[in-house]
Nanobody, 115 residues
Framework: QVQLVESGGGLVQAGGSLRLSCAAS????????MGWYRQAPGKQRELVAY???????EYAESVKGRFTISRDMAKTMVDLQMNSLKPEDTAVYYC?????????WGQGTQVTVSS
């Protein structure tokens, strides 16, 4: 069983930056995707960004130009650099690892952006 450990959440003022990190408990070899999702109170969990083994990345429209996802394939780690944060970015952010038909999730880290 692979475990994902997230870090880097916190409280920041609007316009500020945060960097989230996620590390897997095991090194995954082969094709996999790592990404970040978020869930705000009263809302469904939504995709923020993901990166595939071939380095292809995809972002939600709401974060394009502000967030950057990066991955260390040797260590099965993924980071999310978040700039120009807005109050509407406030949510619990979850790391995801997709390997074949299996999905693994982190415990979530709170990001709060004050206006």
């Amino acid at each position: 069983q692979v475990q994902l450990v997230e870090s880097g959440g916190g409280l920041v003022q609007a316009g500020g930056s945060l960097r989230l990190s996620c590390a897997a408990s095991a090194t995954i070899v082969g094709i996999y995707t790592m990404g970040w999702y978020r869930q705000a109170p009263g809302k469904q969990r939504e995709l923020v960004a993901y990166v595939r083994s071939n380095s292809f990345t995809e972002y939600a429209e709401s974060v394009k130009g502000r967030f950057t996802i990066s991955r260390d394939m040797a260590k099965t780690m993924v980071d999310l650099q978040m700039n120009s944060l807005k109050p509407e970015d406030t949510a619990v952010y979850y790391c995801n690892l997709a390997v074949g038909t299996r999905d693994y999730w982190g415990q979530g880290t709170q990001v709060t952006v004050s206006s």
